[in-house]
């Protein structure tokens, strides 16, 4: 779907805008009519005579023919993810994230091919490169997504794309993605962004090089942890096979669920400012503390990967993580426990705060973990997703936490 050009607006008004097109949220007679669009629940879609029926055959975006092309709905939300990514022609939308990422990866990808993998990579995408990818005679290599010379190196004549996950989502490390998409497009490969982190309020992925952006909706967008969707963008080529394919697979979501997460998006950018800024707050406070060896927080100056941050983003989340001094992974998990504030669980960019254990030694392939210019004691890590609660009751909750922590070890 062809988007309007809303990049010279800010970040604020183009959430406010995007995909509000004043036929799908009206009537003929009064186009416009309300604000949001309608949840056009529909598997049938009629058509006035046989005539129109068969004019209805050409494979169009936007237009009614069957439930498993949308409706108004969809097509709102998908326009607006296509308006906020710039250098985008069309989004496909899908059931999640994990979804969203194997729908990329299948438009790609063919037997026989080799799938270069950032080694950072959040663990279903890994999972599915071992599995799924696998089974259709793809096989999975995993570079450092911190050396660029780890991906020239890794290149070989069936590698066919790379896929490139930055910030990684449990240890945060910012890549050079622009060089990582260049190297990629120098040697014919095509490159796959999880931007779920960022969104493109935060990296514009197409400008930066990479050819299709993929995001978890659930996170971020959605915001509210009441719905899960995925999508991919992609400059027209791409966004035509993406489609073709995610239409091949039967792929939809349902209409409910288009109109919470367009919900979601309207207010995303406020979110996203807030969190960034909290999670900004509580990584100053836990870099300050003893207890604390590593924080990994693309937005602390100082912080691993906090130059290429400065250079590329224009904004960040509320997703960081940190790394205990010392200590056991029990007592690590007694100081989750103790959190009165974050909740235990998986996902992340909702309005709630939540917290996790991250021991990512077990997931790599390519790099060691912890790095080796790390003391090897400090190797128990938490995840924290800040949400929109206070920033000082945030701090509070965990230094009594941490004073739990230091009573135990
Ligand atoms: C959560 C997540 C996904 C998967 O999204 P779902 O909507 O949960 O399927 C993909 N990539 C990253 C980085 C994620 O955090």
Redesign the pocket.
């Known amino acids: 779907m062809s988007s309007a050009d809303d990049s010279a607006f800010g970040p604020g008004t183009r959430v406010t805008i995007a995909g509000r097109r004043a036929e799908w949220t009206g009537t003929p007679a009064h186009p416009g009519a309300v604000v949001s669009p309608p949840v056009w629940r529909a598997s049938t879609h009629l058509y006035p005579d046989i005539a129109a029926l068969r004019a209805h055959h050409a494979n169009a975006d936007g237009e009614f023919y069957y439930g498993r092309r949308g409706s108004p709905t969809q097509w709102a939300l998908a326009e607006a993810l296509t308006g906020l990514e710039p250098g985008a022609a069309g989004t496909v939308l899908y059931p999640?994230?994990?979804a969203a990422?194997a729908g990329a990866l299948l438009t790609v990808l063919r037997p026989g091919d080799v799938l270069l993998m950032t080694d950072n990579a959040?663990e279903?995408?890994r999972a599915m490169a071992r599995g799924l990818l696998r089974d259709f005679g793809v096989e999975p290599r995993w570079f450092d997504p911190l050396d660029p010379a780890s991906l020239t190196a890794a290149i070989c004549p069936r590698a066919r794309a790379v896929l490139i996950?930055c910030p990684g989502?449990l240890t945060l490390e910012v890549c050079d993605v622009p060089q990582l998409a260049q190297i990629a497009r120098a040697h014919g490969l095509i490159s796959v962004l999880?931007n779920?982190?960022a969104t493109p309020l935060g990296f514009a992925a197409l400008r930066h090089g990479v050819d299709i952006a993929v995001m978890?909706l659930?996170?971020h967008v959605g915001g509210h942890s009441d719905v899960?969707m995925?999508s991919a963008s992609a400059g027209a080529d791409w966004y035509r096979r993406l489609r073709l394919r995610a239409q091949a697979m039967g792929t939809v979501v349902s209409p409910d669920d288009a109109a919470l997460v367009l919900r979601g998006l309207r207010t995303m950018d406020v979110r996203l400012q807030r969190t960034t800024a909290t999670a900004l707050d509580l990584a100053r406070f836990l870099a300050a503390r003893p207890e604390v060896a590593h924080v990994a927080c693309p937005m602390l100056p100082g912080a691993p990967g906090h130059d290429l941050w400065r250079r590329d983003f224009t904004g960040g989340c509320g997703l960081f993580s940190f790394v205990l001094t010392g200590g056991t992974g029990a007592q690590r998990d007694a100081l989750i426990d103790a959190l009165a504030l974050f909740g235990i669980g998986y996902?992340w960019g909702g309005f709630e705060s939540l917290a996790t254990p991250v021991d990512p030694a077990a997931m790599r392939s390519a790099t060691p973990w912890p790095p080796a210019t790390w003391d090897p004691a400090d190797r128990f890590g938490v995840r924290l997703a800040v949400g929109l609660e206070d920033p000082a009751d945030l701090i509070a909750d965990l230094a009594q936490a941490l004073a739990v922590w230091s009573v135990a070890s």
């Open positions: 999640s994230g994990v990422i959040y279903p995408s996950e989502s999880d779920t982190w978890s659930t996170k899960m995925g996902s």
